[in-house]
């Protein structure tokens, strides 16, 4: 009889890893991306330092930020990476809570598959449970409103407690609930906010605390001509979208001059028509010119003649703010200026508080729909953390307002949620009720963490915890801020202004079950090996990544 030869179906550079080696690798990778940003979680959550290839040094504990800039390669981790995304851009905060519970469901999926329960049976058990916990939780929720004013402040302090700015956590959160409510718009459908319309302008110098809010907008551009006036009051603003330059031929152009006087009349004609777009100008009212493209160096001597204000090379999206600031219209065609199309701010001012870094404040707007926060700050590391806090803090009363509806936080909802679900678990015959009951523990990670995160002992806080709640205190949950009483961490987080968006919850919960049910289900992974590009990782061990 003949050797039997081998079959060969993939090609030599292929790897494939089979079975429950691809499954207990893919849970690794979750975990441990979980498990690096679970130290972050909470007010006493610590902070990371990235350094990218190039040197650029990042110091944050916002979730979203840490997992992009870490670059990471293993299939699953990738997963896990855009459940973040998703979060940051859906509801806008909650990154690494739903990067945690994620984590957390995967390693209790570990456990049933260790039992020998099928994944498909996991997954459908996790389907269940992640559906019912979004029934519950929306049952838990609170109806907020615009007036809530000072429930709305809760909201900000407690997105932003953590990221370094509680030294004026209660003037950051003024400001930012007035930036939502200067842009929040009425619909039929309900309200609507666009959080593009809130600019964010960040300013080295001086501290967090010296942090406003620019009724307006503040854009990195100064006068193009020193000698325009730096200030003007009670601004009539032109916003053109077209460059007040004479306009080149748009095919090859040959002009044939026979005579030097013909060569002056063709230099006057250009020097006219630039004359003419300042008079358009002029005539119009204006006395302000914001314009996206350039100026010619004759208009800026018109303009600078007539006493008008210009500046040029205005980003497009800061055109778009400018409009719904000022009222004004964005005008394509300098002869189609008139007064109707003028925006108006009480004050134009440029402001120059160190070399080459001009910028302009166009500020005390009628009724903007659009504004700005300046954020100030000691250095740019500072700064940019103090960004991502505010940016938390518009995506959480955004999210709230638009929703409606805001829940205890602290881990009062994770804790009430996992006690309903075990207790619904107990209707659900089959080993789905083991599915259920570990989807109900996995919640319970939240409170853990920000109890290890503060020091404290996670198993009596979650005893005490869950025996508050099967007492009825459905509100009661973890208190580990600076504020926090000496006499007990546990309380009513409600009263003590410890207040998140039910969205966050639902979205968190939502994104991690999907991608857990997705990873329980692939047995075969099978990574075609680049030359030179990144390979697939030993069984047991996400690339690049900390062992733990």
Partial sequence: ???????????????????????????????????????????????????????????????????????????????????????????GDGTTTAVIIAGKILENAEKLLDERIHASVIARGYRIAAEKAQTIARDLAIKVSPEQEDLLRQIVITAMTGKGAEAAKDKLAEIVVRSVKRVMELTPEGISIDKDNIKLEKKKGEGIEDTQ????????????NSDMP?????????????ALEVKNPETDTKISITSPDQIQAFLDQEEKILKDMVEKVKVSGANVILCQKGIDDMAQYFLTKEGIFAARRIKKSDMEKLAKATGGKIVSNINELTSTELGY????????ESPGEGMTYIMGCRNPKAVTILIR????????????????????????????????GGGAIEIELAKRLKEFSQSISGREQLAVN????????????????AGLDPIDILTELKSKHDKGESITGLDVSSNA?????????LERGIIEPLEIKIQAIKSASEVA??????????????????????????QGMPEY
């Fill in 230 to 242: 730096s200030v003007v009051k009670d601004a009539k603003i032109a916003l053109i979208d077209t």
């Fill in 213 to 224: 809010l620019i009724e307006g907008i503040v854009i990195d551009k100064e006068r193009v």
């Fill in 485 to 493: 009483p000496v006499s007990g961490h546990i309380c009513n987080t």
């Fill in 377 to 408: 700050g000691g250095t740019e590391h500072v700064i940019d953390e103090f960004e991502r806090a505010i940016k938390d803090g518009i995506g959480d009363v955004a999210v709230a307002l638009e929703k409606g509806y805001v829940v205890a």
């Fill in 1 to 91: 009889m003949a050797d039997k030869q081998p079959v060969f179906v993939l090609p030599e550079n292929i790897q494939r890893m089979i079975g429950k080696d691809a499954q207990r690798n893919n849970i690794l990778a979750a975990r441990v991306v979980a498990e690096t940003i679970k130290t972050t979680l909470g007010p006493k959550g610590m902070d990371k330092m990235l350094v990218d290839s190039v040197g650029d040094i990042t110091v944050t504990n916002d979730g979203v930020t840490i997992l992009d800039e870490m670059e990471i390669e293993h299939p699953a981790a990738k997963m896990v990476v855009e459940i973040a995304k998703t979060q940051e851009s859906e509801v």
């Fill in 438 to 453: 570990a989807f109900a523990e996995s919640l319970e990670v939240i409170p853990r963490t920000l109890a290890e995160n």
């Fill in 345 to 352: 701010a009480e004050t134009v001012k440029e402001m120059r």
């Fill in 517 to 542: 049910m997705m990873i329980l289900r692939i047995d075969d992974v099978i990574a075609s090996g680049k030359i030179g590009g990144p390979s697939m990782p030993p069984a047991g061990m996400p």
